[in-house]
Each structure stands twice: as C-alpha cells, then as structure tokens.
C-alpha cells in the first residue's frame, strides 16, 4: 500500500524546513502590507507636489487595489495550473520592478499605471502564499499558520511605516517611500529561490512530469520516507477554473465568501487609505498622520495573531463573525475622536483590531473550504473579486468627504460593510448543508 505524503505531512510535528517555508511566505506578506500601504504614506506628499484633490487622490489610491483584484483571480488560477513556486517567484520580480518605477513617476497618470502593474504582483503574491502556507502546515497548526500569514501584512505595514515615517520626516520626499520598498522586495528575491520548494500538495493535484521525483526530494529534506508511487488521483478529478468554483459543490460557499471579503474589506481599506489623510486634514503634519496609521497596524497584526490562536480553541465563524460585528461599532469611536492624536491612534487601532480579525478569520475558511486542486484559484477568486471593496473603498469615501460628509458620516457608511460580511458568514453553513443535498 503507498502511503500518502500528504497524509504525512498533515499528521507529523513541523519540521524546521516546514516553519522556514511558513516564515518566508509571511516576510512575503509584510513586503505586500508595505508595497500596498507605501502609496498610503507618500499620499499627502503627492497631493502637495501634484495639486491634486481628494477625489483624485482617491482614483490614485485605488490603483494597485484593482490590480490586486486582477491578479488575485488570474495569478490565483496560474497557482493552481502551474505551481505555487513559479507564481511566487514571479509576482516577486513584479513588486520590485514596480516600488523602483513608481519612484520615478512624473504625474497622476504614470503613477496609476504603475501602481495598477505592482497591485498584479501584490494579489497574485496573497493568493499563492496562502496556498503555500496551507499546504506546508500540519492539521494542528493550518489555521494558526494561515492566519500568521495574513498578519504578515500588517507586519509589513507596521515595521515599513516606522521606517517610512522617519524618512518622510528627514527627507521630506515621498519617492524615498517606493525606493526603500523596491529594495526590501529585491532582497526577497534570493531568499525565495533557495528557500521555497515546490508545494506536495500542489504536485500531487496536478501531476507534472516528474511530479514523483519532486514529491520524493521535498519529503526527503522534511525528514521523511519516500513513497513508491504518487496517491491514485480523485475518481472525479476537480479543474481548476472559474467554472469550478461555481459548480454544485461550491457556488453557495464560493458566493457567500465572496460577497463576505468585499464588504468586509472595502471597510478594512477605509481605514489603510484614508487615516493619513484625515489626520493631516485634522492639522496634523505628515509624519504624525504616519504614526496614527502604525498604530491601526498594530491593532491589525493584533486582531490577526488572537483570531489565529483564538481559532485553535473556538470555532472559527462565529468569532469571525462577532469580530466583524464589534469594528462597526469602534469605527464610529473614531469617527468621533475629533483632532486628539492620542484618541485618534487609540479608537485607529481597536478598530482596526477587530476589522482586521474578521477579514484575516476568512483565510482559513478559505483554506478548509477548497481542495488542493481549487484552493489558490478559490482563494484568488475570492479575495480577487472581493478587492473590488478595496478598490471601491477608498472612491466611495474619497466622494463623501468630498460632498461635505464629516468623519463619523463616512466612517459608518463605510462600517456597513462590517455587518454584510458577518451576515454571510453566518450563512455559510447553510450553503454547505444545501449542496450536499
């Protein structure tokens, strides 16, 4: 009888080699949470140099978010066609070439392209991780792992902000922003090549030629045995396409998800795009208006790392749920907070905590929904699509402000997409028991 190497991997302790993959994947993600928020961080310095206005920086904000979405769908499915590695190592080159050529940007246009190019590599880069790190986990630690992966982001967010708001306090430049993402994301590139081998999982799903040899060296180095043969394939082998995902099997979770991710993240963008500028709005210089947006960060990575481990003891959809229910409630504490930067920086990261906790709590949902054959493609469909929260966000709120609506108006407006997110959330068991019927 020929074991199952993924059957191995999910019931043994981590290997070291299993946590260096893990730890990657989420330094991978922190260059994501960095990439993405850099624009974030020069934007009060691009509206100055440019005379631009908050509609307009509003379009230029939602840029990568939109090739986020892009690339979430498209690069999610090449994932699950070609491999996680090659994806990974792709968007990678992507995100560097992108953080150089945006610090050279001469006006509003130029920079929107490039920013919609670098996004590709941000959301092909979330989707393909995800699957990575679900795929070199075992079954105790998947959902905590998955979840980590996700507060990578933030991370990013948090140490990069640090370091962003000290150089927009020395240099005054925001091109200085991009240049020091293009080098952290340059530096990743090596690491990746030597580090991330080829997913098990992956291998298994699709089969390639000499797929068997590439199961054999991997298990090897995991400190296990080799196996004889690759596990029969399903009798009902699952294609990973769009189509699939909308098939008996999956259309109602696929949905639900969906529509899940985009309400709850076009709220969660709300806050990443717009505090900057809303505290300097609130007379507040640059650097300040920095520092209010780290500390959203930390309540992020926070909010990640308790539903992560919170996920181990409790089921996981209710406390995605209440999470989801609770950042309603705390962003209408922000919305009040009115020009005290300490309540600012304060009701920022409680809102944060609990905003960030519900979309991190959907990856593992994620992960637990799909099979290895669908899992980068679903995820990808999923947080793809969804981004169109993320694109839309930051426009929706840009046209408020801009139509006279003050800060606790906008930031409700914005909270509603917190409890659509946990009504669909509630409602996942339901499609579930629907299409096993």
Not at 137 to 161: E, M
Not at 228 to 245: D, M, T
Not at 246 to 262: D, M, P
Not at 410 to 432: E, F, K, N, R, Y
């Amino acid at each position: 009888m020929t074991l199952d190497p993924r059957a191995a991997i999910a019931a043994a302790p981590m290997h070291w080699r299993q946590v260096a993959v893990v730890a990657l994947c989420i330094a991978l993600n922190a260059l994501d949470g960095f990439d993405v928020l850099a624009i974030s961080f020069a934007a009060p310095g691009i509206a100055a140099e440019w005379g631009i206005d908050r509609a307009t920086l509003g379009v230029v904000l939602s840029m990568e978010l939109l090739g986020m979405a892009a690339g979430s769908v498209v690069i999610g499915n090449v994932a699950d066609r070609i491999g996680r590695r090659p994806t990974i190592l792709g968007c990678l080159i992507v995100m560097a070439a992108g953080m150089l050529a945006a610090a050279f940007a001469r006006d509003v246009m130029m920079l929107s392209v490039i920013r919609f190019v670098t996004g590709i590599g941000i959301g092909g880069m979330l989707s393909s991780t995800s699957a990575m790190v679900a795929e070199f986990s075992n079954d105790k630690r998947r959902g905590l792992n998955v979840a980590l992966n996700i507060a990578g982001y933030s991370t990013g967010a948090i140490l990069g902000g640090l370091v962003a708001s000290a150089l927009l306090a020395s240099t005054g430049d925001w091109r200085s922003v991009f240049m020091l993402g293009a080098v952290a994301s340059t530096v990743a590139i090596p690491l990746a090549i030597f580090t991330l081998p080829e997913s098990i999982e992956s291998l298994v799903a699709r089969r390639p030629a000499g797929a068997l040899e590439a199961v054999n060296r991997t298990l090897g180095r995991l400190g296990h045995a080799r196996v004889e043969a690759l596990p029969p394939p399903p009798a009902q082998r699952v294609k990973p396409s769009i189509g699939s995902l909308f098939s008996r099997s999956y259309a109602g979770v696929t949905i639900l998800l969906t529509v899940a991710y985009f309400a709850q993240i076009l709220f969660f963008y709300y806050i990443q795009k717009w505090i900057p500028k809303i505290v300097v709005d609130l007379g507040f210089d640059a650097a300040q208006a920095g520092g209010v947006l780290v500390w959203a960060n930390v309540g992020n990575l926070t909010g990640a790392v308790v539903i992560g481990l919170a996920s181990q003891r409790f089921e996981l959809r209710p406390l995605v749920a209440g999470s989801m229910l609770v950042g309603f409630v705390a962003i209408g504490a922000f919305g009040l907070a009115g020009a005290d930067l300490m309540r600012l920086s304060l009701t920022a990261a409680i809102a944060a905590f609990f905003i960030n906790a519900g979309v991190v709590g959907l990856y593992p949902i994620l992960a637990q929904t799909y099979p290895a054959a669908l899992r980068a493609s679903g995820t990808g469909f999923v947080i793809g699509v969804g981004r169109g929260g993320s694109a839309l966000g930051p426009v929706v709120a840009g046209a408020l402000f801009a139509g006279g609506s003050s800060l606790l108006v906008v930031s409700l407006t914005m909270g509603l997409g917190g409890l659509i997110a946990a009504m669909m959330v509630l409602l996942l068991p339901w499609a579930q028991r629907r299409a096993k019927t």
